[in-house]
């Protein structure tokens, strides 16, 4: 499983924030050469600060209802959920929950009188803190300012996020048990913070020196708040007396 938006995330926020920034090739030292071709567009609308309120308070109370089931406490449908809508389209499959969600005032735009849209990006994952699912979501709201409801959800793409063939891989290389105890070290990190976190494991390999790499994410997010943190670090795993070593590379 290789998650071709996530990596594309991954990959964006490695690149260098001077990157592209440097002098023009044809000024001279020390001076700037300023080129304006006609008049500057005019700055897109501000976004109004209720309709991002509307979307973000709209998918924490889809989290905090995924986090009820998940330990098995009573939950009533959000109250600003669309008609029809089931439990595993507002938490997730059955087993895991809304774990990080994330979107872009660009994204929210009139659809209409008293109404607009937005485009949202939700992750999930299990008990043990492993992302099972991702999506993005097409959200509908009706009403006026400070009193929008969700009339319209409608899941755009999906992925499900099997790490089988990362099984197999290990027992080709028969390296199992490194893998085993990476996937401990990850679910370990979930536990006992007020965070929302979650990993996924999309690969893993044999080095000539014996040592193994277990390519992985790490996200991390906080409740109720949109967006997350990706860490792509790879975890490297040594044999030390016999006993497996798990560290970051």
């Not at 959000?78 to 774990?99: F, I, N, Q, S």
């Not at 009188?113 to 979501?137: H, I, N, Y």
């Not at 089988?164 to 979930?190: I, K």
């Not at 893993?204 to 014996?210: D, P, Q, S, T």
Request: net charge positive; aromatic share 6%.
């Amino acid at each position: 499983m290789r998650p071709a938006s996530l990596a594309l995330l991954v990959l964006v926020a490695a690149v260098p924030a001077f990157a592209g920034a440097g002098p023009a090739l044809d000024a001279p030292t020390g001076s700037a050469t300023e080129i304006r071709l006609g008049q500057a567009p005019p700055p897109p609308p501000a976004v109004d600060p209720s309709r991002v309120n509307a979307v973000e308070q709209f998918l924490a109370a889809r989290q905090e209802g995924s986090a009820a089931r998940a330990t098995g406490r009573a939950v009533k449908l959000a109250a600003m959920a669309p008609r029809g809508a089931t439990a595993e389209e507002l938490y997730g499959p059955k087993g895991a929950r809304l774990v990080a969600f994330d979107f872009k005032n660009e994204s929210v735009e009139s659809a209409g009188p008293g109404r607009f849209q937005a485009t949202a990006f939700l992750l999930f994952a299990d008990e043990a803190g492993q992302v099972v699912e991702s999506r993005d979501e097409l959200l509908v709201f009706a009403g006026t300012s400070g009193a929008w409801t969700c009339v319209s959800r409608q899941t755009t793409a999906s992925m499900s996020w099997d790490s089988g063939g990362v099984l197999d891989t290990a027992v080709s290389l028969g390296v199992s048990d490194e893998l085993r105890q990476a996937r401990a070290h990850l679910r370990d990190w979930t536990i006992g913070r007020r965070q929302r976190l979650a990993y996924s494991v999309s690969d893993v390999a044999k080095e000539r020196n014996g040592r193994v790499v277990v390519q992985c994410l790490r996200f991390t997010a906080d409740p109720g708040r949109r967006g997350f943190g990706v860490d792509s670090a790879p975890l490297v795993l040594t044999r030390d007396g016999g006993k497996l070593r798990v560290e970051s590379n």
